[in-house]
């Protein structure tokens, strides 16, 4: 309830902090701010820190945020994955179930799918080095009221550190709602990425219980080029047999697909495709 009961700071001066460089923007009316900059000199690939303030009238600083800014090899694969019910079990087409899971359960004993992680870690090292690990974007229709929710659910279930880009905050009026809306701003998020690095080759992960075959669908048929494969969970029955019809047009694309109720079908399929060598084993 905490995450939902909140007071949005606008229009207010915020500092980002980028080794010798600092840059200034005002947040927009619901406390959001994005940067874009020219760095000095040339940036690396890999996870780089960035520091941001927000600054109250008299330009004291009244907050201050640690952040990452990630620039991939273009070697790499890039993984683009929803979260609610493709890797944690949501129940996001009943919302009473989904609030349930929300409100009974904490972050660390909210149940993800069976072999997700093993999945995911095979992917985010495969073909890279230790240190230079696939990069993963999480997107999801859920708010940025759950980041530090979900952070905790990633990083204790151990999967891939990666990006999240989720749904405009809510407020605690607006509760019923979480997970309801915001796919069409979903569908700009995920093209939002592929625009950004037009040279990496992107794997889609997602689900049929909502939009998901029908975003990536929209979406590969705009940047065949730039997608390798695109993965879905069968967590509804009903809609199997249209997520399968949505595969097939993106298939008629070139692009690899699979439909999938286990996370060890998709493994084996990841496998037979070289997203993971051969003899790369689980943890």
Known sequence: MKLFILKPYPFIQVRLSFGNQEVYQKTEYDGFFKFEWAAYENVGAGWHGVEVEALNSQGEVIAVGQGQVYVPHI????????????????????????LRELFI??????????????HYNLLAHAHTTADQPNPFFYVSSSEWNLYDYLVETFRYNKLPEGAFLLNQIKRWKDLIKTGKTGHEGKLIRVMRIIDAFPNQKFVFFGDNSQRDPAIYTAIAEKYPENIEAVYIRNVREEMKVPAQEFLDRIAA??????????????????RKLGLIPPDTLAD
């Open 253 to 270: 694309k070139g692009i690899k697909t699979c439909l999938f109720e286990r996370s060890a079908e998709a493994i084996t399929h990841s």
């Open 105 to 118: 359960k904490n972050p660390r004993t909210r149940k993800t799918f069976k072999d997700a992680y093993t």
């Open 75 to 98: 070697t790499q694969y890039a993984f683009i994955s929803d979260i609610d019910d493709t890797i944690m079990v949501s129940h996001s087409a009943t919302i009473g179930r989904r």
